[in-house]
């Protein structure tokens, strides 16, 4: 028998078409699965419409406390709890069943993790770049279906049936577009190491040639994901896009963005790509409300396939962003000694940087007639 939902109160301050609209989801929606308490408190909160594509997206039936997930899938509790944050999650109440069997089989992903010996501050660190990233993701996808989904004269129940049908067909085919990405960025990443390591075992690679790369990347990128919303963070990254192409000059060439970084490349001039590196940095500090660069840039023999560069170099300029200052050009002690002028420089000292191997003497590179301004 269908429920009294005027009685029950949840179609206060509607009539005509909107009270029949919320009439017929309430009754959808109940016949659903979904309970009075679950469909008082959408409406209380003014989401009724939104029930629709939860329900698509729950990807189950809420029954477990973080307690259940953490027994079922032999995952410490505390790493569960810490794993959700990571992934910028909320911790529900302790007795609340916030959680499905989707939530159980990640666990149960996490846990082989766990039980490979990866280490757990690494796999924190891996959620914490993936909720970032995945947030970014959701938000340019909202963006992209937001504004074809609702529609002049649309009830609620129109906009949400319309937004569960969308996620409903859309929501496979995002998560295949997004193991496309990952898959192709995983590939030239070992593609990357591989080579390096070859090249230092045999001493060279067929079709090698020397080139300098640069790497200039947002300085703390990962803080800023966390302080600013996706759409303000998508326009960051894409005025570096921009400003990255227009310093990019022959014979420097603007290879591939990779989140928060430009990889440029020069394979005959090196000061044509520190013209370019200091360019970006004096680009950064000139934009109002633009985050801080800072650049890397190596020397060395590489090996170019399908528009991109493998090798040593590549990874070394990668390592050297990362432990550059804020606004500063950072460079390789090639990178030094193959430059001709124009260009102020500094002693950096020898530094050890992750994979690589020895101690990399490195160099601050600054416009001449720069001041001297801190060592790196």
Not at 103 to 123: G, I, M, N, T, Y
Request: charged share 30%; net charge negative; proline share 4%.
């Amino acid at each position: 028998m269908p429920r009294d939902w005027e009685a029950e109160g949840l179609l206060e301050g509607l009539r005509g078409q909107a009270k029949e609209a919320r009439r017929k989801l309430l009754d959808e929606l109940a016949e659903d699965g979904v309970s009075l308490e679950e469909l008082r408190r959408a409406v209380e909160e003014d989401r009724l419409a939104l029930l629709p594509v939860e329900r698509v997206l729950q990807q189950g039936e809420r029954r477990h406390t973080a307690a259940d997930v953490a027994e079922q899938s032999g995952l410490e509790h505390d790493f569960l709890l810490r794993n959700l944050q990571a992934l910028g999650l909320p911790i529900p109440d302790p007795e609340e069943r916030a959680f499905t069997d989707a939530d159980v089989e990640a666990a149960k992903r996490q846990k082989a993790f766990r039980d490979a010996s990866l280490p757990a501050e690494k796999l924190i660190e891996a959620s914490r770049v993936i909720g970032i990233s995945m947030a970014q993701v959701a938000a340019a996808s909202r963006e992209l279906v937001g504004d074809v989904m609702v529609r002049p004269g649309d009830t609620e129940r129109d906009v949400g049936l319309r937004f569960a049908a969308a996620a409903r067909h859309l929501a496979p085919m995002t998560g295949e577009a997004l193991e496309y990405a990952f898959n192709l960025h995983l590939r030239e990443q070992i593609r990357n190491e591989v080579i390096d390591r070859t090249q230092l075992a045999s001493g060279g690679l067929p079709g090698e040639q020397e080139i300098s790369v640069c790497f200039a990347d947002l300085v703390g990128f990962t803080s800023l994901g966390e302080e600013l919303a996706p759409e303000e963070l998508g326009r960051v990254t894409g005025r570096l896009t921009e400003m990255a192409g227009e310093v990019a000059r022959a014979p420097v060439r603007l290879v591939k963005m990779i989140g928060d970084a430009a990889m440029l490349v020069s394979p005959r001039e090196t000061d044509a790509l520190l013209d370019a590196a200091l360019e970006l940095i004096d680009m950064s500090e000139g934009e109002e409300e633009f985050p801080l660069l800072r650049a890397g840039v190596a020397q060395g023999n590489a090996v170019g396939r399908a528009g991109d560069w493998y090798g040593r170099p590549v990874n070394l300029a990668s390592r050297i962003t990362g432990v550059a200052y804020a606004g500063s050009v950072l460079c390789a002690k090639e990178v030094f000694e193959r430059a001709e002028g124009g260009y102020r420089w500094s002693d950096a000292g020898r530094k050890r940087l992750r994979g690589i191997d020895g101690t990399v003497h490195l160099y601050r590179c600054r416009p001449d007639g720069a001041e001297a301004g801190e060592p790196d």
